[in-house]
């Protein structure tokens, strides 16, 4: 099978991970790169080998030699570029969250039907090898119906600046940057079921406590503290139409001893824990007993998913496959994002 001639648009933070990942997969090749920042795009096209720089993602959509693209820019260019990519032809592989609004998503499923290519959601905790293991046996039974999750995205000090704080560029803060993780891993391992109700709230009541020494954090690109539209804090509700429910929480800043991150899940007949550490809860002979898988990482391995992440996409580019994470799957989570966006303005629950 031919080697698959990558394009990749963003050059910012998240892009080393795609492009690393990329350059450690035979079947692909690092062709071009596009970002509005040429040096940022000339300095990734030197440290990766690409043979074309872009600053207009139009023209590298334009060259016929690009044959699958990586989105890695700001949320409020995703649908744009993703439309747009699928009708020129090319495979995408969008970073998560899919677009800001549920309209955005599904012009971007329509696109995407209509043009028979593929589009992969950057959901990248799906691809942790921890969170395959759970998925097998919950699909083998493991844990009977699950019926209850939780799930933590806590940050006491996060907030990324620049595009993540304008609410225009972001569609949201640490909800739809980092809850949108934890969300989309609990609805995978619940097995999808479909979201009914949401009953949500958001806090801005700390701002982005730029003030704050001696601690540091993820920041974007072109960090900028000036500007900041979006929420510190959400948490939610969400009700599932076969009874199930997960409660969910995200802060980029939070008077909190320390940022916590974890994602639990309960069924019937056991439980598991995704996040800090994969365990598996049963009972064994009248006795409650925790196991601990023995694999590589214990908890979330950041390089190893995207790894993974990147080469089932070249897989679905070269086989015609569907992806893990299909764009009706990101539209799902849009739903339930905006869902909780809606309630916390409302003050109402609200049904999806
Ligand atoms: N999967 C993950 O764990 C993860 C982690 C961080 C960020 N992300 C996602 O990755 C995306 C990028 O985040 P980041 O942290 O790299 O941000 P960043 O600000 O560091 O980089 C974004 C880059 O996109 C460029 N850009 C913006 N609009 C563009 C356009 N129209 N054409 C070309 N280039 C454009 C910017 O100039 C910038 O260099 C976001 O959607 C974010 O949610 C995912």
């Not at 071009?32 to 300095?43: G, I, K, P, S, Y």
């Not at 020494?213 to 599932?240: C, P, V």
């Not at 802060?251 to 019937?268: C, I, N, P, Q, W």
Request: with cysteine; charged share 25%; aromatic share 8%.
């Amino acid at each position: 099978m031919s080697t698959v001639q990558i394009g990749v648009i963003g050059t910012g933070s998240i892009s080393s991970l795609h492009l690393d990942a990329y350059k450690n997969n035979k079947e692909a090749h690092i062709y071009a790169v596009c970002d509005l920042n040429e040096e940022r795009a000339r300095a990734a096209a030197e440290k990766y080998g690409a043979e074309k720089v872009y600053t207009d993602y139009r023209e590298l959509l334009a060259d016929p030699v690009v044959q699958a693209v990586s989105i890695c820019t700001w949320n409020n260019t995703h649908a744009e570029i993703s439309i747009a990519a699928v009708e020129a032809g090319k495979h995408v592989l969008v970073e998560k969250p899919l677009c800001r609004t549920v309209e955005e998503a599904l012009n971007v499923q329509r696109a995407v039907e209509a043009s028979g290519k593929i589009l992969q959601v950057g959901f990248v905790r799906r691809y942790d090898t921890n969170a395959q293991l759970l998925k097998s046996l919950a699909n083998e039974g493991e844990f009977g119906e699950i019926y209850y999750a939780k799930a933590t995205a806590i940050r006491r000090l996060g907030n990324p600046g620049g595009w993540f704080s304008d609410i225009e560029r972001s569609g949201g803060g640490p909800l739809i940057d980092i809850g949108v993780h934890v969300i989309d891993l609990c609805w995978y391992m619940m097995g999808r079921p479909k979201p009914v109700s949401v009953s949500a709230n958001t806090y801005r009541k700390l701002g982005n406590r730029s003030n704050v020494e001696h601690l540091s954090f993820y920041q974007a690109a072109d960090y900028d503290a000036s500007k900041n539209t979006i929420e510190d804090m959400a948490n939610a509700m969400i009700r599932f139409e076969n009874g199930a429910s997960l409660m969910v929480d995200a802060s980029f800043t939070l008077h909190a001893k320390k940022d916590e991150m974890f994602v639990r899940l309960y069924g019937d007949k056991g439980g598991m824990e995704i996040d800090p550490e994969t365990v598996i809860v049963t009972e064994k002979n009248n006795t409650i007993v925790n196991i601990l898988p023995q694999t590589d990482h214990a908890g979330f391995h950041f390089q190893s998913a995207f790894q993974n992440e990147i080469n089932h996409f070249i897989e679905n580019v070269q086989n015609g496959t569907k992806p893990l994470s299909p764009v009706e799957d990101g539209v799902e989570i849009m739903k339930i994002l905006c869902g909780i966006y809606e309630s916390a303005a409302s003050g109402q629950e609200v049904k999806l």
